[in-house]
């Protein structure tokens, strides 16, 4: 496995200077996500500049990733269609960088933001809009030749492992694969206080289609309401050797992307998941 990380460098994936890239090496990451909130301007000079900065330092091309909201489920046609195009466009920008996957982010009916819920979320027509906006995305991703990693949430249309399975199998490419992501899942205190049933379910469902990762962690905030909040990797409640075992035995050449921390973070993040795979013996590229 590859042990990366996702917005280490903040900003476009054009402006990634040399000694941003140093810096990533140095603390032991192996690859860098490529972030952009612009793929039709990319052009095959930045890619070549960007993979070449990233090859001075030892460094892989992550993940690409794009800002481009909820749509995929807008019930505004329009919007549906500018998002599609904006998606299956990453996916030309992952093959010009030579990445090995480009991200899906399933969405929201909430106009505030892709990740924050809705009481429609997990209607069947949204499901079916997903579904439809993800074909179009694959079938780019296809002709391309890389491959789209869908990620879950709990407040999103793709709220479960048995959700995010039946997905799958409704979209039916060989282009989608799966981002997993145990923390995104986390809904209940059952789930909560055992996360290994969670981390089961989730590889033993969708294991085989597992193409990424992320990795973070998270605490059970005390109070009245069940809330739940990330935190540093080791000091929350995830079962870490658990996930990191299964995902190797999964994926054993995936990339794997500690995520959500300051620039300053990812030094301790690193160190955590280094002390965490001894332990479990896990092993990274």
């Known amino acids: 496995m590859l042990l990366g990380a996702a917005d280490y460098h903040k900003g476009d994936f054009r402006t990634l200077t040399d000694r941003t890239a140093a810096g990533a090496a140095a603390l032991g990451l192996r690859a860098l996500n490529a972030r952009t909130d612009d793929p039709f301007s990319v052009t095959r000079a930045e890619a070549a500049r960007f993979k070449d900065s990233l090859k001075r330092h030892g460094l892989a091309a992550g993940q690409t990733a794009g800002n481009y909201g909820g749509g995929l489920v807008s019930e505004d046609g329009a919007e549906r269609e500018r998002t599609v195009r904006f998606v299956q466009e990453m996916c030309?920008?992952?093959?010009?960088?030579?990445?090995?996957?480009?991200?899906?982010?399933?969405g929201s009916l909430n106009p505030r933001g892709p990740w924050l819920p809705h009481p429609r979320n997990r209607s069947p027509e949204v499901f079916d809009r997903l579904v439809e906006s993800a074909r179009r995305v694959c079938a780019a991703a296809d002709g391309e030749g890389v491959m789209v990693a869908v990620e879950g949430g709990v407040v999103s249309p793709l709220y479960s492992p048995a959700r995010i399975e039946a997905f799958i199998a409704a979209v039916d490419s060989p282009a989608l694969g799966f981002n997993q992501d145990p923390v995104n899942l986390i809904g209940t205190l059952e789930q909560a206080y055992d996360t290994g049933a969670l981390i089961a379910d989730s590889f033993d469902r969708l294991g085989r289609w597992t193409v990424s990762a992320h990795v973070k962690d998270f605490t059970l905030v005390e109070g009245l309401l069940p809330h739940f909040e990330e935190a540093e990797i080791g000091a929350g409640m995830l079962d870490q050797a658990a996930y990191l075992t299964r995902l190797q035995v999964a994926r054993p050449g995936v990339h794997a992307y500690i995520e959500h921390l300051a620039t300053e973070r990812f030094a301790a993040a690193v160190a955590a998941v280094a002390a965490i795979s001894r332990s479990a013996g896990v092993e990274w590229d």
């Open 92 to 106: 030309r920008v992952t093959q010009l960088i030579g990445a090995p996957t480009t991200y899906l982010r399933p």
